[in-house]
Every structure is written in C-alpha cells, then in structure tokens.
C-alpha cells in the first residue's frame, strides 16, 4: 500500500463548476499537508500548505484536513479554464522529506 | 530576482553516457532535492542534501550521483547504470516553516531524453 493515494483522473468539468480533488493517507506521523499546481512542462508551485485538521482558505482554493480519517481535499470554487493543470498532494513529517500523491489532471472547458 | 533555477531545459542523453543537470538556488536554503517525475507516478524522491557536503539517498537513487559542494549548487548527474533515465527531473529546496515543518519550492524542470 502506498503511502499517499490520490486518484490520478483525468477530471474533466465545465467553466464555474465546483472542483474536489482528494488523498488519503496511511502514515498517522504526517504533520502537514500541501498541495501543489502543476502546469504542464513546468515545475510544481505551491498552491496550499496546512498543519491541523480543518478548513483553510485562499481566494477560490479551500484546503481540508481530516487527522481522524487520513484524508485531505482540496476545493476549487467557480473553476477557470486556467486552472486546468495536475494537482499535486505532498505530506511531510519531521523527517525534512515528503511524500507526494500520484497527481490529478484537472481539465476546465470553457 | 530569487528563486530556483535548473539547466538545461532539455538534455538529449545517448546510450552508456553520463550527463550532469544543473541547480542553483540564491534562497539561501539549507535543504535541496532531487526528484524525478514520471507519468502516473507523481514525484519520487532520488537525492538530498540537508547541509553542505553531506547528503542522502532517496527511494530511487541507484543510477544517479550528487554533490553538495556549495550552498547554492546540488548538480544530478545521471550515470550509465541508470537504465530508464527518460524522465522529468526537478529539483526543490526547503524553507523552514512552523514548529520545523518544511515548505519545498521547485525549479522550471529539466527533461531528459535517452537516444
């Protein structure tokens, strides 16, 4: 079993549609949670970092953890053909490493 | 103007030969990685450094080699063992964060092809 599952899609939705992309994950020593946005042929870019359970927001991205289920999402609100890209979940513990999730393709049509 | 960098943008490898990709950072990081990414597969660890002249396998570091020699250098280089080189490779470095939590940034990429 894999650390980090995360569905690779791909995911296709029209303009303004509500976006969920998930991972779960089996290590209970993982701290904090980030997602990352890659666009094709380019480097990952931070998107959303997090270190407790909850909600936090950013503009249209909200980022939710669950400790007690091992699982983390990231919502998209009113999604834009520009957000079309690979969402990358990463974990991390205190070992100064972390430990990414497949990546999801996420495809927003005009 | 900060941030990472890594070079060349592609690199076309023939048969048994090694070749060296380049990254450089001016974050004034401690910690850098080298990953490899490749479709399906999400990011896989081969390399890191978390101090000058030391540092340590990842999951997949047969085939390849590093040096830390400078803070602001951590150069791959991809040997002729490594049998399936054709990949994406990107490098990170880490800010500390809260309560010693990391925030990894990643440079452009390199794309590596084998002739």
């Known amino acids: 079993q894999k650390e980090v599952e995360q569905d690779p899609g791909p995911l296709s939705v029209p303009e303004g549609a509500i976006v969920s992309l998930n991972c779960t994950y089996s290590n209970s020593a993982f701290q904090y949670f980030m997602w990352y946005r890659q666009y094709s042929r380019k480097g990952p870019e931070l998107l959303m970092y997090?270190?407790?359970?909850g909600n936090k927001e950013d503009g249209r991205f909200t980022a939710q953890v669950d400790k007690s289920s091992k699982y983390i999402s990231l919502f998209i609100r009113d999604s834009q053909p520009s957000d079309s890209a690979t969402y990358l979940c990463a974990m991390g513990s205190n070992t100064g490493k972390l430990i990414f999730g497949q990546g999801t393709t996420l495809q927003v049509k005009p | 103007d900060g941030g990472i960098t890594q070079s060349p943008k592609y690199l076309f490898r023939k048969e048994g030969q090694n070749v060296t990709l380049s990254c450089e950072q001016n974050l004034n990081h401690d910690a850098m990685y080298w990953y490899r990414q490749d479709p399906g597969q999400g990011l896989r660890l081969i390399y890191y450094?978390?101090?000058?002249?030391?540092?340590q396998k990842g999951d997949i570091a047969e085939g390849y080699s590093v040096s830390r020699e400078k803070k602001e250098s951590f150069p791959l280089t991809v040997t002729s063992a490594q049998k399936n080189p054709t990949a994406f490779y990107l490098c990170?470095?880490?800010?500390?964060?809260?309560?010693?939590?990391?925030?990894?940034?990643f440079g452009p990429g390199t794309r590596l092809t084998v002739l």
């Open positions: 997090t270190y407790s359970s």
């Open positions: 450094s978390q101090i000058v002249n030391d540092f």
């Open positions: 990170a470095s880490t800010s500390p964060g809260l309560a010693g939590t990391d925030t990894q940034y």
